[in-house]
């Protein structure tokens, strides 16, 4: 896909990977970006592309609405997301049902509502910011994890089911990232600018999954191996 002149939604757009993945597209030359949140009256983009939408991803009728008002849209970015902290085992269940809620169904939810907009618009494509926790758990991170994991086998999912609408299925698998959902993490954090700039570089060459940083990296070619020495190594790096 060459982002010039197409228009693209993307959730949570109030800050951090959204906000970024709104000027790079901006960059790019889209026509239009609706940058959708919560509470769209806190977004400050200084540019006439920028459509201010509200979107929660915990309200399907703020997502059916959003799909009514978005109808020319050619590319969904699935960005939005949070971080309970909530473990699995002892942790608030209702906050694991939102870690679950928030990124599994969702997202699944944009994509559906969204689904037929991009079949009417010629196909376009549809990106999910997914996490190289989709493949692994730590410590804290138990219902953020799952969900995930969740998320990214919806992804290929959903790429099978819209290939023949011609709709292009992306999964964006990064680590952490200089943001405020990872604030309280001590360890190496990308730019948050170098998601947006991997993920539509993808789109442009074609790339069904995008792995952004070495980390990632790491994680995913441990996964042909016995997971004992892995997760040895993770407590040993991240001092668990």
Do not use: C
């Not at 009728?61 to 002892?90: K, M, P, R």
């Not at 609408?165 to 680590?175: I, K, S, Y």
């Not at 200089?178 to 998601?195: E, F, H, L, Q, S």
């Not at 042909?224 to 668990?240: H, Q």
Request: charged share 20%; glycine share 10%; aromatic share 6%.
């Amino acid at each position: 896909m060459d982002i010039t002149d197409q228009t693209a939604l993307v959730t949570g757009a109030n800050r951090g990977i959204g906000r970024q993945f709104v000027l790079e597209l901006l960059e790019r030359g889209a026509s239009t970006v609706y940058a959708t949140a919560r509470r769209p009256e806190r977004l400050s983009f200084q540019d006439d592309r920028v459509v201010p939408l509200h979107l929660d991803l915990l309200d399907s009728e703020s997502i059916a609405a959003a799909a009514s008002v978005a109808s020319e849209v050619s590319l969904v970015v699935n960005n939005a997301g949070i971080a309970t902290g909530a473990s699995l085992v002892t942790g608030d269940a209702s906050e694991i049902r939102r870690e679950m809620d928030t990124h599994f169904w969702g997202t699944l939810e944009v994509i559906r509502r969204f689904g037929p907009v991009l079949a009417a618009n010629g196909g376009g494509a549809v990106v999910n910011v997914l996490s190289a926790l989709s493949w692994f758990a730590a410590p804290g991170t138990g219902a953020y994890s799952a969900a995930k994991a969740a998320a990214w086998n919806m992804t290929n999912g959903v790429r099978l089911e819209l290939a023949g609408q011609g709709t292009f299925v992306q999964g964006v698998l990064l680590g952490a990232a200089d943001t405020d959902i990872a604030a309280g993490y001590d360890g190496p954090k990308i730019d948050a600018r170098d998601v947006p700039r991997a993920s539509l570089d993808g789109l442009a060459a074609g790339s069904i999954e995008v792995i952004v940083d070495d980390w990632t990296a790491m994680v995913k070619t441990s996964l042909s191996s016995d997971p004992a020495p892995f997760y040895a190594r993770m407590t040993e790096l991240l001092g668990a």
